[in-house]
DNA sequence: TCACACATTAATGCATGCATTACTAAATGC
DNA sequence: GCATTTAGTAATGCATGCATTAATGTGTGA
């Protein structure tokens, strides 16, 4: 209905994204408008577009006469980020609460529950970290403020850059579903304050491994 | 330093903003991109890129033949958007808290709010409202998280544009300052939990009452 | 009279070209 | 030999033109 045809600009803002994503573009690198252009075979003015938004998102910085700069993310900035997250998806838990969501909207949430529980036990770390984001997704989804999804959407993205490194380096998340099941169920319970705080304590805690890991390995990121 | 020289599209940028806030753009209103570069006076391509980044700000939909929508604002929308400013400024006051900031950084907090009783004293509206989104601002300055600064700042955008209908009609704040009274003093002297917990109990207020006006007049803003 | 199809109009998306400007390097003066 | 200035180069910011495509209006047939 309201759907955008793809347009070129769409389409090398997404590819712009997934380079980024994949460590084509480093954190820290220059590339120039033209290059990026060339590497997209397409002009310039669609992929100037693309990294306009690029910027809006904190993903990047345009640098007049000095190309493009992938920008890094340090264990400060993951800290912010974090903190970000932490309230926004602890309101959006309270609100999910509230909301009195029946069992059947609640059903995607706890299939990343389950889908998480058997990554763990399958050791499959790619399968978890996928479920984990579809939880925290799904959470917002149900939350209700379409500014929150946007906003956490944005910042996931920068998250997702530093979980790929820091996953081989963190102790394994087993215990980390018992918090979303707690979530889960206060959701379910309709227990606003139980959902909040829990979820809170849970992206608290998650947010002291990462800067942790990041802090002692002097990582700067991708 | 790291200042971008002066473009036509920040120029665009701002002009447009200014445009919307003023309510030459009304809300709901449709405009081509060509009748805005000839009112900017300039070409096509960078007020489109102006427009890029304002839609991704939320203020504005690029609708490809129907020209560029000026978004409204329902009181769901408003709602929504003070939910996330109660959290980011709460989490604000809470870090500031925690920073021990020394007097003299807490002096342009103090001053908006002597500014704000000054306002209210002499019955100054616009002064008032100067003053508060000075009072909030240099709140999420203490707080020292710029992911937080830079949403905020989106967000205060969009809700000063309800503002200048909203204070005519909601009820005088002269209670309003002794919350910010509280919190500077909570800030001040380093009680974090007491900063937050003050805050957000203030802006949830502000949040029905602004809310409680927009349904009551059924409004749906510039 | 109504519906469908075709043609015309016009806005957007993109490519391209140009002018401005910053960076580099070389040359001259001290 | 070093510093300063100037010339050359190259990337960006913007203007412009074109092609595509959607919307509107007209005409024809049932």
Same mark, same amino acid.
């Given at each position: 209905?309201?759907?955008?045809?793809?347009?070129?600009?769409?389409?090398?803002?997404?590819?712009?994204?997934?380079?980024?994503? $994949?460590?084509?573009?480093?954190?820290?690198?220059?590339?120039?408008?033209?290059?990026?252009?060339?590497?997209?075979?397409?002009?310039?003015?669609?992929?100037?577009?693309?990294?306009?938004?690029?910027?809006?998102?904190?993903?990047?910085?345009?640098?007049?006469?000095?190309?493009?700069?992938?920008?890094?993310?340090?264990?400060?900035?993951?800290?912010?980020?974090?903190?970000?997250?932490?309230?926004?998806?602890?309101?959006?838990?309270?609100?999910?609460?509230?909301?009195?969501?029946?069992?059947? $909207?609640?059903?995607?949430?706890?299939?990343?529950?389950?889908?998480?529980?058997?990554?763990?036990?399958?050791?499959?770390?790619?399968?978890?970290?996928?479920?984990?984001?579809?939880?925290?997704?799904?959470?917002?989804?149900?939350?209700?403020?379409?500014?929150?999804?946007?906003?956490?959407?944005?910042?996931?993205?920068?998250?997702?850059?530093?979980?790929?490194?820091?996953?081989?380096?963190?102790?394994?998340?087993?215990?980390?579903?018992?918090?979303?099941?707690?979530?889960?169920?206060?959701?379910?319970?309709?227990?606003?304050?139980? $959902?909040?705080?829990?979820?809170?304590?849970?992206?608290?805690? $998650?947010?002291?491994?990462?800067?942790?890991?990041?802090?002692?390995?002097?990582?700067?990121?991708?």
């Amino acid at each position: 209905m309201t759907e955008k045809p793809i347009s070129n600009a769409l389409r090398a803002l997404a590819k712009l994204r997934e380079m980024i994503f $994949a460590g084509d573009l480093p954190a820290g690198s220059n590339h120039l408008e033209t290059e990026l252009a060339a590497q997209l075979n397409m002009s310039r003015t669609p992929v100037r577009e693309a990294l306009l938004m690029l910027e809006g998102q904190g993903l990047l910085e345009l640098q007049p006469r000095k190309g493009v700069r992938i920008l890094p993310i340090s264990p400060r900035d993951m800290a912010d980020i974090y903190d970000v997250l932490t309230e926004l998806e602890s309101l959006s838990a309270e609100q999910a609460a509230k909301a009195g969501h029946s069992d059947s $909207a609640l059903a995607l949430l706890e299939a990343a529950i389950d889908d998480m529980d058997k990554a763990i036990a399958a050791g499959d770390l790619d399968a978890w970290s996928e479920a984990d984001d579809r939880f925290h997704k799904e959470l917002v989804q149900l939350g209700g403020n379409g500014r929150v999804k946007a906003i956490v959407d944005m910042m996931s993205d920068q998250v997702r850059r530093a979980r790929a490194i820091t996953l081989a380096l963190r102790p394994l998340p087993t215990k980390s579903n018992d918090d979303h099941r707690k979530v889960f169920q206060a959701i379910k319970d309709g227990q606003a304050n139980m $959902a909040r705080d829990t979820h809170r304590a849970h992206r608290c805690h $998650a947010k002291e491994i990462i800067v942790g890991v990041l802090e002692k390995h002097r990582l700067r990121f991708i």
